[in-house]
């Protein structure tokens, strides 16, 4: 849990450590509805997007915090910073966002896969493609879907190194 959220950080709603709070409040429930991943749960059509926004709310609460680290010397702000950049850590870097990888790629791949086995059964057997094949449209939709999640989740691992510094 996000130390300082629902304390005395809440009720400097208009300051930066107000800010700082309401960001890391959404990171949280953000990062607690997509935890299913961790158990090798595959997400439906909307867990994709669900998964789109707890990667928006991590990047946010960290770029926020990362601005403000050096601004937080000295006072209670410093708290805030160091127990948002310890959930990531803790919650997100090290276990949703490896499985989330792993994931999309299962994902990425049992489609392909299934464009794969269609296109091999309909050309072995010297026919138009079957009245199934109207699915085939939408299960390239759906492999240009998981590749774009899957580089936007690359992105993030470029902000963690950037992040780490050389």
Not at 88 to 102: I, Q, Y
Not at 141 to 160: C, H, I, N, T
């Amino acid at each position: 849990m996000v130390k300082g959220v629902g304390s005395r950080y809440d009720t400097e709603a208009g300051s930066v450590a107000g800010m700082l709070a309401a960001q890391c409040s959404e990171m949280k429930k953000a990062v607690e509805s997509a935890e299913g991943w961790n158990n090798g749960r595959r997400p439906e059509r909307d867990g994709l997007d669900d998964l789109i926004k707890v990667y928006y709310a991590v990047s946010n609460v960290m770029t926020l915090a990362g601005t403000l680290k050096d601004a937080a010397r000295g006072d209670g702000l410093s708290g805030l910073v160091s127990d948002a950049e310890s959930f990531v850590s803790k919650r997100f870097d090290n276990m949703l966002h490896r499985d989330a990888k792993r994931v999309i790629n299962s994902m990425i791949q049992d489609v392909m896969g299934e464009l794969a086995s269609s296109s091999q059964s309909s050309s072995l057997q010297g026919e138009a493609p079957p009245a199934n094949g109207a699915a085939e449209p939408e299960k390239y939709a759906r492999l240009r879907k998981l590749m774009s999640v899957r580089e936007f989740v690359g992105q993030y691992d470029e902000m963690v190194r950037d992040r780490a510094g050389p």
